[in-house]
């Protein structure tokens, strides 16, 4: 059931730590995002991510090398393609 915080629940397991393959920290918070957008909007993720101490990380086509997103985020990967 959404919502609860039983033994099973996903809000139990992130309390314990166990959800393997999570990029967590020690205080159980993210430490890295990906972002995968372009636009208004990663720009104020990058900048909310930065604002919180998480490391962003955006991907960009080659047309968007110079985009803000990109350049807005701590990392920034490039994707194959255009577009």
Sequence with gaps: ????????SLAHQRARGS????????????KSILIANRGE??????????DLGIRA???YSEDDAQSLHAR???AAQPLAGVG
């Excluded at 959800?19 to 993210?30: C, I």
């Excluded at 909007?41 to 930065?50: F, G, L, M, P, T």
């Design 72 to 74: 807005a985020a701590d």
């Design 1 to 8: 059931v959404r919502g609860t915080h039983g033994a099973g």
């Design 57 to 59: 990380v955006a991907v």
């Design 41 to 50: 909007i990663a720009i104020r993720i990058a900048r909310a991510a930065a």
């Design 19 to 30: 959800l393997s393959g999570q990029p967590l920290s020690a205080s159980g918070n993210f």
